[in-house]
Structures are given as structure tokens and as C-alpha cells.
């Protein structure tokens, strides 16, 4: 455990963390909200949108996606959470939120169901497309193939979600090591503002 923790960055103190919702189970638009968080027709305004329409706001997805900035110090730094289950939602929500994705560094994929990472092509595609470099984090266990039992006892095949190569190819860096941080510990590094490579 000690050499584990000798390995890992010490964490320091951000100065702020904004975490913007790209896709989850509900559009945000009539739902009560706490005080600290802004809602999704201010968002859209401020990306652009110069009527709410059904065009211009959120489509809620299964899954999750979330883009998160630090800063410390005045260096910021964007981390992706998740993509959710598909790319069309995904891109639209970007857009709809005025999101740069090229400004994205890092992808850090909690697990390996396609709610959270189906639209990772679509995502990494558009981050190259948009001047950016990113690292994806995975770990080998999420590639297994996966299926559904019905009541009925028949088994349906859930979707493969896309594969490091697939990912390579698309022009990420894929960290896929069992002995990689976790996607915990990439989530705790945007923390400590340092993406160490």
C-alpha cells in the first residue's frame, strides 16, 4: 500500500470545480435545484441560444457524462467523466452547452456498461477534430462481454462497448493497465489540478 501511495501525486487544494452535466436520466430544466447549481436555460443562453426551444435545451440519456474543470492557481484543467450511451445525445448536448471538447485532457470512464461509454468514439473524434490531445482511462476489466436475462430465461447480448484499439485509432492515448490508477484516483487527480501522465 505504501509504495502505491509514494507513486501518487500529493494532493493540493483547487481554487474552483465546475462539473457541467452533459447527459444523465433527466433533463435538468424543471427540476428543483440547490442553491450553488445553474439552470440549464441559463446555460443555454449563455452558449448561444437566443430562444429556449425543445431544440436549444438538454435531451436526458440513460447513463452519465460529465465534464468537470479545475482550477488552482489559474491553471485549469478538463476532465470528462463518463460519456454516456450514445454519441447523437452526447454531441448535441455539447453543443446546446457551448462545450470547447478540445479543451478536454483526459477521460476517465467509471465502468465498462455502454450508459457510460458508448459515445467515447464520438467524443474522442471530436476532440482531436477540435485541436485537442486526450487520454482515455480504462482498465481491462470493462471489455468483458456483457447480456441481460429476462424473466422469460432468455439472454440478450448487451452492446460492446468500444475497445482500446478503437479508441487508438480514433487518435486517443488508452491507459489500460490493471495497475494503472484507478478511475477514482484519475477522478482525484483533477483534485490536485496535475494530470501526470
Not at 90 to 111: D, P, Q, T, W, Y
Not at 156 to 176: M, Q
Amino acid at each position: 500500500m505504501a509504495e502505491a501511495s509514494s507513486r501518487s501525486p500529493a494532493l493540493k487544494p483547487i481554487d474552483s470545480l465546475v462539473v457541467d452535466v452533459i447527459t444523465d436520466d433527466v433533463s435538468d430544466a424543471y427540476v428543483s435545484k440547490t442553491l450553488f447549481a445553474v439552470s440549464e436555460f441559463s446555460n443555454v443562453v449563455l452558449a448561444g441560444a437566443k430562444v429556449i426551444s425543445g431544440e436549444t435545451l438538454l435531451c436526458a440519456n440513460l447513463g452519465l457524462g460529465l465534464r468537470l474543470v479545475s482550477e488552482a492557481e489559474g491553471v485549469k484543467h478538463t476532465l470528462m467523466f463518463d460519456t454516456g450511451p450514445e454519441g447523437t445525445i452526447f454531441m448535441r448536448n455539447c453543443a446546446n452547452l457551448g462545450l470547447r471538447l478540445g479543451e478536454v485532457e483526459r477521460i476517465a470512464v467509471s465502468h465498462g456498461h455502454w450508459d457510460h461509454m458508448a459515445a467515447l468514439p464520438q467524443a474522442v473524434e471530436a476532440i482531436v477534430k477540435d485541436g485537442g490531445q486526450v487520454t482515455v482511462h480504462v482498465n481491462p476489466g470493462m471489455f468483458n462481454e456483457r447480456a441481460v436475462r429476462l424473466k422469460s430465461g432468455k439472454v440478450v447480448p448487451v452492446a460492446n462497448v468500444p475497445s482500446p484499439t478503437e479508441l487508438e485509432k480514433l487518435g486517443a492515448r488508452v491507459v489500460n493497465r490493471p495497475d494503472a490508477p484507478s478511475c477514482c484516483s484519475t477522478t482525484t487527480s483533477i483534485t490536485a489540478a496535475k494530470f501526470r501522465g
